[in-house]
């Protein structure tokens, strides 16, 4: 089985930058595809980001695109997740999930998750 650990969460004021990451416990990573998720009080787990065994392929929820980047170093074993111009509505606990099969948006599909770590963006 895998284990996730997500570190890297804080406070930051709105405009600014965080990096998330997410360490796996497991040799063969590399054969996982990852997702990132996130959930604010009083509302349903949401996609954020995906990405597929290999790093070819991402995907991104519309209210992320163009402001945040998932990346992987599968011989690290580690998923990242670069928050750029960040936003008060992006406070949010964030979870790092992995699936053994192919890259998916869908919550139900994945496998294994880690703890989660706080996001907080303040105005």
């Known amino acids: 089985q895998v284990q996730l650990v997500e570190s890297g969460g804080g406070v930051v004021q709105a405009g600014g930058s965080l990096r998330l990451s997410c360490a796996a416990s497991k040799r063969t990573f590399g054969n996982y595809a990852m997702g990132w998720f996130r959930q604010a009080p009083g509302k349903e787990r949401e996609f954020v980001a995906a990405i597929s065994w290999s790093g070819g392929s991402t995907d991104y929820a519309v209210s992320v695109k163009g402001r945040f980047t998932i990346s992987r170093d599968n011989a690290k074993n580690t998923v990242f997740l670069q928050m750029n111009n960040l936003k008060p509505e992006d406070t949010a606990v964030y979870y790092c999930?992995?699936?053994?099969?192919?890259?998916?948006?869908?919550?139900?599909?994945?496998?294994?998750w880690g703890q989660g770590t706080q996001v907080t963006v303040s105005s």
């Open positions: 999930a992995a699936r053994s099969g192919a890259m998916s948006t869908m919550v139900f599909e994945y496998h294994y």
